[in-house]
């Protein structure tokens, strides 16, 4: 529902759906393209790397917030955000021009 539903739920029920399930929600939610703009704000703020690497592929994030989780700096200085790199699930198979996800 998180993910996938239209339009996104609302902030209350969104609330609820972390409140249940936790951490996996907010995966889900960070996996959106469509998240207002107050909500990538409060999954930016929570310098998760998952999080963070979730929002760099999918989120409508700005250049600055992409720039900060590549260089593995946190919100709040420091290195609380350092994460592999959010492409590093992408492959490309040898001899190939083009990349495929993969689940990890």
């Not at 703020?45 to 593995?72: F, H, M, Q, S, T």
Request: charged residues 25%; hydrophobic residues 35%.
């Amino acid at each position: 529902m998180l993910v996938f539903g239209t339009p996104a739920p609302s902030p209350r029920l969104r609330e609820r759906i972390v409140a249940v399930h936790g951490r996996s929600a907010q995966l889900g939610n960070a996996s959106r393209w469509d998240l207002p703009p107050e909500t990538v704000e409060e999954l930016l703020d929570l310098d998760d790397p998952e999080i963070n690497e979730k929002l760099y592929v999918y989120g409508a994030i700005a250049w600055k917030e992409r720039a900060r989780i590549l260089a593995g700096r946190g919100r709040r200085g420091g290195g609380a955000a350092t994460c592999r790199s959010p492409t590093s699930s992408w492959t490309k198979s040898p001899g190939s021009t083009s990349v495929t996800t993969g689940t990890g």
